[in-house]
Nanobody, 118 residues
């Protein structure tokens, strides 16, 4: 059974930092690209960052560039999102997403809430 444990969210002041973690189980972690998305109260989701099956390939949204860093530790089945210089606009539910084009399979985590106060 696929399961994600996302953690590290919380309340932080503008300019602060947080490190999100996504521990995955129930599937072969190394077969999947891992992304972090964020969801705002309207339900809209935005891709924040993506890391390939190894740490050699990453991609960021314009809002995340130079502030956020995505990484993964395949030995621990865990992906991370280091966020710095946080802004109120970063307030959202952050979700872990695993996808495999080859397997035509995708999985979503439940999310961890990040709130940035001004």
């Amino acid at each position: 059974q696929v399961h994600f444990v996302e953690s590290g969210g919380g309340l932080v002041q503008t300019g602060g930092s947080l490190r999100l973690s996504c521990l995955a189980s129930g599937f072969t972690f190394t077969d999947y690209v891992i992304s972090w998305y964020r969801e705002i109260p309207t339900g809209e989701r935005e891709m924040v960052a993506r890391v390939g099956k190894t740490n050699s390939s990453t991609r960021y949204s314009d809002s995340a560039k130079e502030r956020f860093t995505i990484s993964r530790d395949n030995a621990k089945n865990t992906a991370y999102l280091q966020m710095t210089n946080l802004k109120p606009a970063d307030t959202a539910l952050y979700l872990c997403y695993a996808s495999s084009g080859f397997l035509s399979t995708e999985y979503w985590g439940q999310g961890t809430q990040v709130t940035v106060s001004s």
